[in-house]
């Protein structure tokens, strides 16, 4: 049994098998086409955090594959009522066949996979998002073709999304040229790294952008950090991809967000709503490498 907590779990091979089939399952969800891989299988859905990408992409994909799902947040289930986590594994993982969770600390992700029966995947985490970041490598594959060998700016929060970024370039043989304020600087532990050479850091946002094959960026306030909103609001006015920055960047570099955005923070509208802006895409996608990934996890490599 395998879990998907965080994006090193994963190895290179395993990356390339899951993008060729997100984009076999798209082509065939673009022609109404039927891919029931999963009837009968059931998908439970406990969010901690709020969600809109991440909720309705493996709702529906969990339904497009013929499966369904339950749905359970902190509010109406017993987790909020500090049930331990691993009975609450114990239990869940009894009747449903796979579990996706999003949640505070990744330890706490960590306890509930310890105790399940079946895969768990991480729907986003303090420390990581590792479905976004499949989902953003396979819209640059799309628009552009293989990552390896490339470079990716990333301007803003030494965040989740960021150390996701970080294992994903150790893994696929790409750079990530981080530009954080000071006081938010990634702390590459966590990511883990065997390839420290596979990021770079730069006090100016605009260095991070030059030449870069792909620039992006998040809010400057995760979720569970908002009591900090207005000192982040100081620290990071400089941190906001604007025409300059991509300018700075390949002439046809992309602009990812994982969204939501907050235009006028992180990004300015002319990039977010530009020509060079591919997030819809990116959006879109997460419905794709899921089904993907969930298909994989239960049945193994499907040839079919
Ligand atoms: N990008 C992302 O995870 O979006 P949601 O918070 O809406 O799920």
Redesign the pocket.
Known sequence: MRHFLQFSDLNAAECAYLFERAALIKKKFKAYEKHHSLVDRTLAMIFE???????VSFEAGMYQLGGSVVHLTTGDSQLGRAEPIEDSAKVISRMVDLVMI?TYEQSKLERFAANSRVPVIN??TNEF?P??ILADIFTYIEHRGSIRGKTVAWVGDGNNMANTWLQAADLLGFKVHVSTPSGYEIDQSVAGLRRPESYQVFKNPLDACHQADLVTTDVWTS?GFEAENEVRKKAFARWCVDTEMMSAARPDALFMH???AHRGEEVSAEVIDGGQSVVWDE?EN?LHVQKALMEWLLLGQQTT
């Open positions: 955090k709020a969600s809109t990408r991440t909720r999003r729907g986003l998002h479905c976004q979720m994982c969204l939501p959006a997460r």
